[in-house]
Nanobody, 121 residues
Framework: QVQLVESGGGLVQAGGSLRLSCAAS????????IGWYRQAPGKQRELVAV???????NYADSVKGRFTISRDNAKNTVYLQMNSLTPEDTAVYYC???????????????WGQGTQVTVSS
């Protein structure tokens, strides 16, 4: 099993920045697509940004131009740089990874426990 541990959430004023990190750990795995989702109170969980093993990225329209996703394959870590934050970005941010078990030859999906991001006006 792959465990995902997020860090970097917190409270920031509108217009500020935060950087989220998500580190994957386990054994005999290879991560394919990894990225971030968020869920605000009373709303459904939504995609924020994802990045493939080849480096292709996909962003929600609401964060394009403000957020940047990147990954360090050597560290099995994905980052989300969030700039020009607005109160509408307030949510719990979850890391998500699609990964392949190198021994069992099976595909899996894991979620992190979530990290709170609060943007004050």
């Amino acid at each position: 099993q792959v465990q995902l541990v997020e860090s970097g959430g917190g409270l920031v004023q509108a217009g500020g920045s935060l950087r989220l990190s998500c580190a994957a750990s386990g054994s005999a795995f290879s991560i394919d697509t990894i990225g971030w989702y968020r869920q605000a109170p009373g709303k459904q969980r939504e995609l924020v940004a994802v990045i493939s093993s080849g480096g292709s990225t996909n962003y929600a329209d609401s964060v394009k131009g403000r957020f940047t996703i990147s990954r360090d394959n050597a560290k099995n870590t994905v980052y989300l740089q969030m700039n020009s934050l607005t109160p509408e970005d307030t949510a719990v941010y979850y890391c998500n990874a699609d990964w392949f078990h190198l021994v069992l030859l099976t595909n899996h999906r894991s979620w992190g426990q979530g990290t709170q991001v609060t943007v004050s006006s």
